[in-house]
């Protein structure tokens, strides 16, 4: 099946500790998103990239960093110098020109 | 820098009463425009997109938006509300020339039978 993977669905972190989330895509994308949404809220932008080994922070890239070493692999790692990380984490995928397609997204809980 | 706005957090409407969902962007090039959808603890669904072209765009399960330059909006519409349309409605903005794809703030759509 072709589409854009997250895992896991449900994380849990400790104070301090860091912690990242995956996203795999399967649909040849050039461009990949990270996106924080809190409860009844939008979805603000953490970091994109528009291709292998480049990326651009967001409007909120701080306490976190990502990689993108594989054009299928885009993975988040929320540092322990993010003070407010609970949230759904949502991971995307496009080709310029179109529409993305979103993963099913990974809750995380600081505990 | 680019933004979307979207004015109402929330839109109440009657089931087989027109709906409009307000968006309005802003974007220094010429604007990419997405409506997607998304229901409880779900990722979010694809609607439809104005890339070029006619200004009214045609999407799925029944929706359209107009593209309107001069006021620099993106509305939503249906001709015929189902209460199944209820859920949480994101309008999105990318420049042309660049990858970054912005959101607005989401319009929760209640419809009542």
């Known amino acids: 099946d072709g589409g854009i993977t997250q895992s896991p669905k449900y994380l849990f972190r400790k104070e301090g500790q860091n912690v990242t989330l995956s996203c795999e895509q399967n649909l040849n994308h050039d461009a990949m998103y990270w996106y924080r949404q809190d409860p009844g809220q939008g979805l603000r932008l953490i970091y994109y990239?528009?291709?292998?080994?480049?990326?651009q922070k967001g409007d909120i890239a701080e306490g976190y960093s990502v990689s993108r070493e594989k054009k299928e692999s885009f993975p988040l790692t929320v540092t322990s110098a993010q003070k407010n990380p609970t949230a759904f984490y949502l991971c995307?995928?496009?080709?310029?020109?179109?529409?993305?397609?979103f993963g099913q997204g990974t809750r995380l809980t600081v505990v | 820098a680019q933004s979307v706005a979207q004015p109402e957090d929330q839109v109440n409407v009657a089931e087989g009463n027109p709906l409009t969902v307000k968006c309005t962007y802003s974007?220094?090039?010429?604007?990419?425009l997405f409506w997607y959808v998304q229901y409880p603890n779900r990722g979010l669904q694809f609607l439809l997109k104005?890339?070029?072209?006619?200004?009214l765009v045609k999407g799925s399960y029944g929706f359209e938006a107009e593209f309107n330059k001069s006021q620099t909006s993106f509305h939503l519409k249906k001709p015929s509300a189902l209460v199944s349309d209820s859920a949480l409605y994101f309008c999105?903005?990318?420049?042309?020339?660049?990858?970054?794809?912005?959101f607005g703030g989401g319009t929760r759509l209640m419809v009542k039978p």
């Open positions: 990239s528009q291709i292998v080994n480049d990326f």
């Open positions: 104005y890339i070029t072209g006619d200004n």
């Open positions: 995307a995928s496009s080709m310029v020109g179109q529409e993305a397609f």
């Open positions: 974007v220094s090039g010429n604007p990419y």
């Open positions: 999105a903005v990318r420049d042309m020339r660049i990858a970054m794809l912005t």
